[in-house]
Structures are given as structure tokens and as C-alpha cells.
């Protein structure tokens, strides 16, 4: 179990009742004042703290345009998952929402979202993707529902496989968070995935919020587009784990195995497309599971050995098999 360092765990007092939103921050300065309006005045919010990750734009003078000077944490670039950890220290309320500084929350949805907590380790609600226009004014896209009968049914096999809720539209009980240990500092892109599977694997339990409490910005600099590769890793990394943990506590049955062979079917596709050398990994991983792999998979391993990468990428995109 992945557990933050001593000086960045929380203290022993008693936890408050409401919610504390942590807002990580890095160059942020574009978006983080519309997010901040979004959080200021909710009811039911106890906490609101940014812990700023090392920028170099000004973001953290803006979070003091809005916040007392302690609720604005500085320190070195160290990642989202260390900025996230460091906030989980420094505030004490018995709910955390970690939402991102270009992300919004909606009038009224910790409120809402805290009505539904009496049976909740983890609380969930629906979440809009937008964009903004040339003068920064948003345009709402896509409604993201949850796949709540996959979820109830198992968990930690649904997030593994498809089920993916941005943070801003959960709410983790504190002691569920401790209990998990943080954020895990070695997956710098899928944290926030693998932080929900970790909640399911140490058996929270998922409650539905009905309505749209998150508005989760596409960015086109994201860090999975802007480094392909780096994402298809730590894709592949998070899938290693989860298999290791299922292995070692005897849960991996046979729906899990197939989750396991399309993760790395996925992870392996998108590292040849990155003509990265993982790829090679991914294929041997799926191979050790015992079912039969996918016709991609299949052409793709040999012909990579006998002509490497970018030739095998080449002749699979000319067949229709990117």
C-alpha cells in the first residue's frame, strides 16, 4: 500500500464535519479564477485550499486574491499526486474533493452530495465536458453519466476496464483516503483513475448523487496528448499492479483475466502507435494471462521483433489495424 510521506500526513485531531476541496496548481493562471469562483460559497464547504506545484505564471498570486495566505500552499514541482497529498495534510474535514484548477464545480453540489453520504465512502454525480471560445466564455459539451450497474456489480474490475469519473465529481470520505494512503506519486498521468480503484479495492462503498455537479475541461495540452507514450506506460504500469494485487489477495477470476487482456491489448496499441518500446511489455503481459490475445496483438508482436516498431505501425495502419 502506497502511503505519503510522515511529514505529509494529516494530523490526529478530529475531523470537521463538511467538506475541504484541495485544488492542485500548476500554470493555472488562465483558468484558476473562474475555478476558485466556482468552489467559493458553496454550502457545506468547511475548507478550500490550493497548493500550488511550482508555477511560474503568477497562479498562486491569484489564489491569494481569494484566500487567506495559509490556505495557499507553495512549494516545488513534484507533481499532481504530491500537491494532492500535501493538501490532504493540511486540512481536516471529513469529505475531500480534489478538483483540478481548470475544472468548475455547479451551484450547489456539495450540498447536494453531501446529502447522500450517511451510507458513503465514495460520492459520485454525472459531469459535463466543456471547452471556451476565443474570449474564454465556455461551451458545454458532452453529459458524462457512470456506469452504476457495472460499478455495484464490481467495482474494481469496472474502473480497471471503462469506468473513469473525473475527481471534481467525487467526494472521498477522509478516512477512506488515509486508509488508501494517498496518491500514488509513480503514475503522473492515471493517478486519479487508479486512486478510484484503489478506493474500490479497499471496499468503498459507491453512492450516486443524481445530478450534474462537475464541469471537466477538455484541454487540448493535456498531459495524455501532449505525451502519447508516457500515458500508454503508465496505462500499462497501473495494469501490472492492479493484476499483482489481484494475484495476491486471489480475486482474479475470470472476468478480471479479461479485463487484464483488453487493458493490455489497449496499452499495447497505443505504445506501437508511440513506436515506444513498451509495447513489447504490454504484448508479453497479455500473453501470460492465457486467453487467447487479440488479432492485433497477434500480427503485430511478430512483425515488431522481425521489422521493428515504426515499419510494424506502418504496415498495420496500410491493413486497417493502427
Not at 502511503?3 to 484541495?22: K, Q, T
Not at 458524462?144 to 467526494?171: C, F, M, N, Y
Not at 506501437?272 to 511489455?281: A, I, M, N, P, V
Request: glycine content about 8%; aromatic content about 6%; some cysteine.
Amino acid at each position: 500500500m502506497h502511503h505519503p510521506p510522515a511529514e505529509e500526513r494529516a494530523d490526529m485531531r478530529p475531523p470537521l464535519p463538511g467538506v475541504a476541496i484541495i485544488i492542485p496548481c500548476y500554470n493555472a493562471s488562465q483558468s484558476l479564477m473562474q475555478t476558485l469562483e466556482s468552489a467559493i460559497g458553496q454550502p457545506g464547504l468547511t475548507e478550500l485550499i490550493v497548493v500550488d506545484d511550482g508555477s511560474t505564471d503568477g497562479s498562486a498570486e491569484i489564489a491569494r486574491r481569494y484566500l487567506p495566505a495559509d490556505r495557499v500552499i507553495e512549494g516545488p514541482n513534484r507533481g499532481v499526486s504530491a500537491a494532492r497529498n500535501r493538501g490532504i495534510a493540511e486540512t481536516r474535514s471529513e469529505w475531500l474533493l480534489f478538483l483540478d484548477a481548470d475544472d468548475l464545480l455547479t451551484p450547489g453540489t456539495i450540498e447536494r452530495r453531501l446529502a447522500v453520504t450517511e451510507n458513503a465512502d465514495v460520492v459520485a454525480c454525472d459531469y459535463q465536458e466543456f471547452s471556451t471560445d476565443e474570449q474564454g466564455a465556455p461551451i458545454l459539451s458532452q453529459i458524462r453519466g457512470i456506469d452504476w450497474p457495472a460499478l455495484r456489480q464490481d467495482a474494481e474490475k469496472a474502473i480497471a476496464s471503462h469506468v473513469w469519473i473525473t475527481t471534481g465529481a467525487l467526494l472521498y470520505r477522509r478516512e477512506l483516503v488515509e486508509t488508501i494512503g494517498g496518491f500514488r506519486p509513480d503514475l503522473p498521468v492515471i493517478q486519479d483513475a487508479r486512486f478510484m480503484f484503489d478506493a474500490a479495492f479497499h471496499g468503498a462503498r459507491f453512492v450516486a448523487s443524481a445530478h450534474i455537479g462537475a464541469q471537466y475541461r477538455i484541454a487540448a495540452q493535456s498531459l495524455s496528448r501532449r505525451d502519447p507514450a508516457r500515458f500508454w506506460r503508465d496505462v500499462l504500469l497501473n495494469g501490472r499492479q492492479i493484476e499483482a494485487l489481484w494475484r495476491e489477495r486471489g480475486t482474479l477470476t475470470s472476468d478480471r483475466i479479461a479485463t487484464l487482456r483488453d487493458l493490455y491489448d489497449n496499452a499495447g496499441r497505443g505504445l506501437l502507435r508511440c513506436e515506444d518500446q513498451g509495447f513489447f511489455e504490454a504484448s508479453a503481459a497479455g500473453r501470460t494471462l492465457g486467453l487467447r490475445q487479440s488479432r492485433h496483438a497477434r500480427i503485430a508482436t511478430p512483425l515488431a521483433r522481425l521489422l521493428g516498431l515504426r515499419v510494424a505501425h506502418g504496415l498495420l495502419s496500410m491493413m486497417g489495424r493502427p
